[in-house]
């Protein structure tokens, strides 16, 4: 949403409408291009035959939290999700920079090391989610609106990374300060700065295919492979679809 944009909260100055007018734009000139020889463009009928992918929502989610608190957050979910449905007709718990920066005590953390109270409103949010987008479904009758559940399949690579051939859940690769998150909110990763007359500097692990967080807040290349891989298994899409009938699925390497 436009208040969690860059201006506000230093996130993106690209909020969902600004992607949709840009893709828009993009599609016009397409059209355009059509009997006007080679312009790289692709064909026009490309749009009819592609399919198309919303992750979104984080940003909105988390862009308060720190000043909010999960009570304060939670009052927007319903506003985050009818912006996303409009437009097409986390996991914040376990992520290195909340553990760090939200106010939390002992109790609110579950045996994997993750804030309950966090993951519960993602739960929740998702919830609402999925039951607008039934309703859209049934507005868009010639488009096939799917929900896909990336939540437990992200959730699934904190609480057990060993079992997927990772080492480490909830520390991220890319940071400063080591110890069980390595997430230092005064400087970020890839970047060095004097704090109290110390520079400091958040430099990347020199195995991040054993991480499934990169920077405390986004997932290695490692987790994003076996997230796509889980997608592609078709067994976590609501209502069930099988991107095998419509997609010439290659493995992935």
Known sequence: MPQTSLFVSGVSPFYLDVQLRH??????????????GNTNLPPSDIFGKSLY??????????????????????????????????????????YPMFLVQLSH????????????????????????????LAQTRKELSDANVVYVDTHSVLLELFQHPTSHGLKYGTRACCGH???????????????????????????????????????????????NKQIAQAILSDSHFDPSFSLHILCDIQPIG
């Open 105 to 132: 005590d002992s109790s609110d953390i579950d045996e994997f090391g993750c804030l309950k109270s966090y993951n519960n409103a993602v739960v929740e949010y998702n919830n609402i989610l999925k039951d607008a």
């Open 177 to 223: 300060g080591g110890g069980s998150y390595n997430f230092n909110q005064q400087v970020f990763c890839g970047n060095t700065k004097e704090i109290n007359g110390q520079t400091l500097s958040a430099t990347a692990c020199e195995d991040p295919y054993n991480y499934v967080i990169w920077d405390g807040i986004h997932a290695t290349e490692a987790a």
């Open 53 to 94: 992918t919303f992750y979104i929502g984080q940003n909105d989610f988390t862009g308060n939290l720190a000043s909010q608190g999960i009570g304060g957050v939670k009052q927007y979910l319903p506003q985050v999700v009818s912006q996303i449905t409009s437009t097409i007709k986390g996991e914040i718990g376990c």
């Open 23 to 36: 893709f828009k734009e993009f599609k016009a000139k397409v059209d355009a291009s059509q009997g006007k």
